[in-house]
């Protein structure tokens, strides 16, 4: 899940989840370029990553005098208005799996 968040706020591997991609890779006997369009996701999760597909645009953000701006989180409340728009029924487990994501993508996207 945080595998998730890092690669949607970064666009691709980091450069040590590319060497952990290249090492997985040459595990199974794969080339890297088979190996590098998707990552692992069990399906159980797919429900948390969806939801947090339907609200990547409600991000707060901070603007930093001189600096990269600061990646806050999302907007819960406009977050919840997609959500209900679009159908989904946030339960305690996809809430914890949804929160995963945000904060790996948070992450990835204040370390650029």
Same mark, same amino acid.
């Given at each position: 899940?945080s595998?998730?968040g890092?690669?949607? &706020? ?5 450069g +040590?989840?590319?060497? &952990? +991609?290249?090492?997985?890779?040459a !595990?199974?006997?794969? &080339?890297?370029?088979? +190996? ?15 939801? !947090?597909?339907?609200v ?8 930093v ?6 990646w ?7 977050c919840? &208005?997609a ?20 904060? +790996?993508?948070?992450?990835a996207?204040?370390s650029?």
């Amino acid at each position: 899940m945080s595998e998730a968040g890092r690669v949607w &706020a970064g666009g691709g591997f980091s450069g +040590a989840d590319r060497r &952990a +991609a290249e090492a997985d890779a040459a !595990f199974f006997g794969l &080339a890297l370029e088979e +190996a590098d369009r998707s990552f692992g996701l069990w399906a159980e999760n797919l429900p948390a990553l969806e939801a !947090f597909f339907a609200v990547s645009n409600q991000w707060r953000v901070s603007p930093v005098f001189g600096g990269p701006p600061l990646w806050l989180g999302l907007d819960y409340a406009a977050c919840r &208005a997609a959500w209900d728009s679009a159908g989904i029924v946030i339960t305690p487990e996809l809430w914890a799996g949804f929160q995963t994501v945000e904060a +790996a993508a948070k992450d990835a996207l204040n370390s650029r």
